[in-house]
C-alpha cells in the first residue's frame, strides 16, 4: 500500500515538473509577454531585411476577382483574369466566392477566441516540435534554432482526412471542432474551384489538380499581437509558400505586402474576400506560366491581427514535374517527390531562389 502511494507521489512530481517546463516553453508566446514591454533584441531584423518606416503605395495593389461572374458567359475573362494575376502578382483576392459570410465571420470569432483563452487552455498544443503536425508555437517554424525570432504566434493543424485530423484540434473554444470543419470543406471546395479554373486558362482537364496533388490540407493561424516598434521586426519574414495553393482570410487589420516589380505592395483587407496566392508547386508544375511571389506580414502597434491561411497542396508522396503539354521547349525543373520539396524548403524558406535553385533542371 505504502508503495503504492509512494508510486504514485513519483508520478504525480514527474507530472508536476513536465507541466512545469511546459509553463516555462509557453512563455515563449508573444502574446503570453508583450504587454507593455519593449521590443527585445532578438526580435529586431537587420537593417536591409526590417520594414522601416516604409508606406506602402496604395495605388498599386493586387487584382480583386469577383467569382459570382466565373459560372456565365463571362467565365472566359475570370479565367484569363485569374492567369493574369497569377502571372503578374502571384496573389489575387476573390469576393462573391460562395464561403458563407456568417461562416467566415464565425470562424474568425473562433480563432480570435482561442488565442485569448488562458494560458491552462491552450497548453496541450503548445509543442517546439516542427514534426508535430498539430501544434500551437510560435514565432517561424523552430524557434530554438533560428536566429531572429518573428513577432506572431501560430496555431497549425492538418484538416484532411477530417474524421482522423478532428481529434487533435483544440477542444475550446468548444465550438471550434464544429465551425472550423465546416470551414475547411468550404475552403477546399473553393480552392478546388480556383484550381479548376486555373487548369482551364491552363488548358489541362478541370480535374487536373482535384487528387492527389491537392490532397492535403492544412490550417494556419497567425495571431500577431500589437507590437511597440513595427518598423524594427516582422509578423512573417518574406518567404513563398511551399504547397499548391493558399486562401488566406486575412480578417479586417492589414499587415501581409507582396513583392511586386521591386517594391512591396499592401494587400488591402477586403470584408469577406479571400487572398489567393500561388504556391511553389503550381509555379513548377505550370513551368512558370504562374509564379510563386514573396510576401511578409509587418506588425502594427494599435491592434491586434489573426488570419488563417488554408493551405492546399500535394500528398507527400506526389511525383511533382512541369506539365508536358505546358512544356515549349525545356522544362525549367526535374521531376521529384514531395516531400522531398519540405525537406529542402524548411532550412532555406526564406531564400526563394535557393528553394527553387534546388529543383531547377540541369539542362
Ligand atoms: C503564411 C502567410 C500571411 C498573413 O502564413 O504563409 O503568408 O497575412 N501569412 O498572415
Ligand atoms: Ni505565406
Redesign the pocket.
Known sequence: MISLIFNQIIKLSATTSIIKSHIQEMEKLVSSWCKNKPLPESYIFPPETRPGNLVVPTCNTIPVIDLNKAEGQNRTHIVQQILKAGQEYGFFQVVNHGVPENLMNESMDVFKEFFEMPWEDKAMLYSEDPKNSCRLSTSSVNYAREKIHHWRDNLRHPCHPLQDCIKQWPQKPVRYREVVATYTIEAKKLGLRILELVSEGLGLESRYFGDKLSESEIL?I?H?PPCPDPSLTL??AK?C?PNLL?L?H?GDVS??QVFNNGEWIGVEPLHNAFVVNIGNQLQIISNNKLKSVE?R?VTNSRVART?A?FFIGPSEDSIIEPEKSLVDDAPFYRAFEFKDFLLHYFPNLEDNEVVMGHFKSQA
Open positions: 494556419s497567425n500577431y509578423g512573417v518567404h509558400d493558399t488566406l486575412q499587415g501581409l510576401h506580414v488570419s491561411g
